[in-house]
């Protein structure tokens, strides 16, 4: 299998924009239509993810050490739509199909190979999870609504109990559906390390156009029910490292960093930690006087509050990866940046700049959570 090509390959298609997405999933409902019932009927963010899922994978085809937690991550929680190993096999036809029709005369028997060894691989990887998952886990929990609060019109804290025990680490996200959006899944943090109650606490950001954040935000009551998948992802504490911690929150990306900030605070001996809490203006920092009171309680905290729109703000002003930069010098920290994509990149950007290493840095985009 030859990396190199697979990524040339990848680039050329994805040069075609939406066009591949739409193809891959004619081709995959008019030859398997029993598979369309896994899916949300608008497809539009769904599209989106696809492509994502496929740049994210090409990307790191050549280093499987990193690409293997991502896939048993997808693998796992592709168990709440229904997916079962049968349906694989129909995906890496249509695949290959799509891949086939934009590559053109470029789709040689070499490419063909390269690919069809990649997603078997994928597959293998992803089907392996979900089994082992199945094992111990549901494909999904059931939530109670114990509690929303509505922080800003378009901001609200919500928190959940679910009727199972749902093991996570403090950093990890979940996703959400609600009868009410059906087969609209979207991921959020818990803000909360794990409680011996079940419950959890949700940060939630009303987006233009998201269906299910616009639900979740403003439309949900207390004794509502939503379905809770597996939890995923790799923006987890460290609590073996010896150094200072700075966590980077932008908006409701605060959430993780929360979790792991009470996680942190559990330990004998804490480090030293600074949180950069950032928003667009105040009413923004939606957070801030829960923040605040955990930074007094806790000599070991400070707390950095921001915002980029507000001229009479008396604390610090300007996008939050330039108050970061000019606040201190990172190299001996350990990062965690969570919130909105530009702020994320630029804010791991102004850190590697500054010197700190590459694998000092933990990021969440929410970018992929949109909707």
């Not at 929303?148 to 679910?162: C, G, N, T, Y």
Request: proline share 6%; glycine share 8%.
């Amino acid at each position: 299998m030859d990396a190199q090509r697979l990524k040339d390959s990848f680039a050329h298609v994805a040069m075609h924009g939406d066009e591949v997405p739409l193809f891959f999933y004619a081709d995959l409902f008019l030859h398997h239509p029993e598979t369309r019932d896994l899916f949300p009927v608008s497809m539009a963010h769904q599209r989106g993810r696809l492509v994502q899922a496929l740049a994210t994978t090409v990307s790191n085809v050549d280093n499987l050490e990193t690409l293997r937690p991502l896939l048993e991550d997808l693998g796992r929680d592709h168990r709440k739509f229904g997916a079962v190993a049968a349906h694989y096999p129909a995906v890496g036809n249509s695949l290959l199909t799509t891949l086939a029709h934009f590559c053109g005369d470029g789709w040689t028997e070499d490419l063909a190979s390269d690919w069809a060894a990649a997603y078997e691989i994928i597959a293998q990887v992803m089907v392996q999870a979900a089994r082992e998952d199945e094992a111990h886990r549901p494909a999904y929990w059931d939530a109670t609504v114990m509690a929303h609060e509505r922080r800003r019109f378009d901001i609200a804290v919500l928190r959940l109990a679910v009727e199972e025990p749902l093991e996570y680490l403090p950093g990890q996200s979940v996703s959400m559906e609600s009868s009410k959006r059906p087969r609209l899944w979207r991921f959020y943090s818990m803000a909360n390390a794990p409680r011996p109650d079940s419950t959890m606490d949700f940060h939630v950001r009303m987006l233009d156009g998201g269906a299910l954040s616009s639900h979740l935000a403003r439309g949900l009551e207390v004794g509502g029910r939503l379905r809770i998948g597996s939890p995923v992802g790799t923006l987890t504490y460290d609590g073996q490292s010896a150094r200072d911690v700075l966590l980077v929150a932008g908006s409701t990306g605060l959430a993780p960093l929360k979790a792991i900030l009470e996680q942190i605070s559990g330990q004998a001996d804490p480090p030293r930690v600074h949180l950069f809490f950032g928003a667009s203006t105040a009413d923004g920092l939606y957070d801030l006087p829960d923040l605040e009171k955990l930074a007094a309680q806790f000599p070991w905290l400070t707390v950095v509050p921001s915002v980029s729109r507000e001229p009479g703000f008396p604390g610090e002003r300007g996008s939050l990866p330039d108050v970061v930069a000019r606040s201190g010098t990172w190299r001996d920290h350990d990062a965690y940046v969570s919130g909105p994509t530009g702020m994320v990149e630029a804010t791991m950007q102004q850190l590697l700049a500054q010197g700190v290493p590459e694998n000092q840095i933990r990021v969440e985009d929410f970018g992929w959570s949109e909707g």
